[in-house]
């Protein structure tokens, strides 16, 4: 059994935790840390110690894991205290504020033989697992392009904003989740090209980006936007022989949001017009077309890995020096900025 407490009892706790890790029956929610009750929003999980005194989680020998769900500019200092009490730690992203401060959490965690690891749960999005399966079946022929989109139409967010925060920028908050799939399964670049912009001019918050990263002859776009009234395809996937377009994307999200929970059985699944289609060419030449049934998806499945390395002593799925990788290029896309 895997034991956890939580520090934050916000949207990410209750939303995008929660719901997958009370579906494992190895693994048990003990403790929730909310630093002020009296602003609690969220229905309360029935056999869980909620607590506003952080000392009273820190403490608690039962508890292995810690799991840090609150604002991006205080990862730092809550994983460093879990770690000093010897807790394992996954943490929500963007992980860090800096790469800087992501490899003293790493450098401290690996002194106690301790596990850290954000929480990496896009890589088990059903359109990027489905991507997967089609480009290793092999009929796209030799990969030459993706393009991965993230778009959204939300004029007022950026227009709201009057100041500009390096951490708190769409490349951070968003270009954690594409990044972190691209780093996943194609590993550290040879180049990368940036185009990170404030569209609403300087000063203002980064509402656009566009990175370009290079594998020998294949280019994986990453492209995302605020102003985006008519979203483009979750993914554009050319070879030499064809190309997959799936046009939405995965569903978990839009479930939750929805508070459509995973203990339905057609939860985050994709029915039929959302399937991805396939369009390539034979031996012969000859055109085919197909509906390629998209694979599920499970953000859980990071709890699962973290379960493995945690109680079974395997190795990491998602790798120090891939967080690193990501952090590194969040912080040049910012440089990068016009």
Not at 64 to 87: G, M, P, W
Not at 164 to 189: M, R, W
Not at 193 to 203: F, I, S, T
Request: hydrophobic share 30%; proline share 3%; aromatic share 12%.
């Amino acid at each position: 059994m895997l034991t956890i407490g939580y520090i934050g009892n916000g949207k990410s706790t209750n939303r995008y935790h929660l719901p997958f890790v009370l579906q494992r029956e190895n693994i048990k929610v003990k403790t929730i840390y909310q630093r002020n009750p009296k602003r609690e929003s969220w229905d309360r999980i029935a056999g869980v110690n909620y607590t506003s005194d952080l000392n009273e989680l820190l403490n608690d020998k039962d508890i292995q894991l810690v799991v840090i769900c609150t604002r991006h500019d205080s990862h730092f200092e809550y994983t460093k205290l879990a770690l000093e009490h010897n807790k394992h730690c996954l943490v929500e992203k963007p992980f860090m504020e800096t790469s800087e401060q992501a490899k003293e959490i790493f450098a401290m965690a690996k002194e106690k033989g301790l596990i850290v690891q954000a929480y990496q749960n896009r890589r088990f999005d059903s359109d990027f697992l489905t991507v997967q399966k089609v480009i290793e079946e092999g009929k796209l022929g030799d990969l030459l392009e993706v393009e991965m989109h993230y778009d959204y139409y939300r004029p007022e967010v950026p227009e709201s904003a009057q100041s500009f925060n390096p951490a708190e920028s769409f490349l951070y908050g968003h270009g954690c989740h594409t990044l972190d799939q691209v780093i996943s399964y194609f590993g550290k670049p040879d180049n990368i090209h940036y185009d990170v912009r404030q569209l609403l001019g300087q000063g203002r918050m980064n509402d656009y980006f566009d990175l370009d990263l290079y594998y020998d002859k294949v280019k994986i776009s990453v492209k995302s936007s605020y102003f985006r009234l008519k979203e483009r395809p979750s993914f554009v996937v050319h070879g030499k022989k064809g190309c997959f377009v799936k046009e939405t994307k995965d569903r978990q999200e839009e479930h939750l949001k929805l508070f459509y929970m995973p203990d339905n059985k057609d939860f985050g699944i994709d029915t039929i017009k959302h399937y991805g289609v396939l369009t390539y060419m034979d031996e012969e030449g000859t055109i085919h077309e197909e509906t390629v049934k998209s694979v599920n998806g499970d953000y859980g499945r990071v709890y699962d890995d973290l379960y493995k390395a945690i109680i079974n002593g395997e190795d990491k799925t998602i790798t120090d020096e891939q967080i690193l990788l990501q952090m590194e290029i969040l912080e040049n896309g910012i440089k990068n900025l016009k």
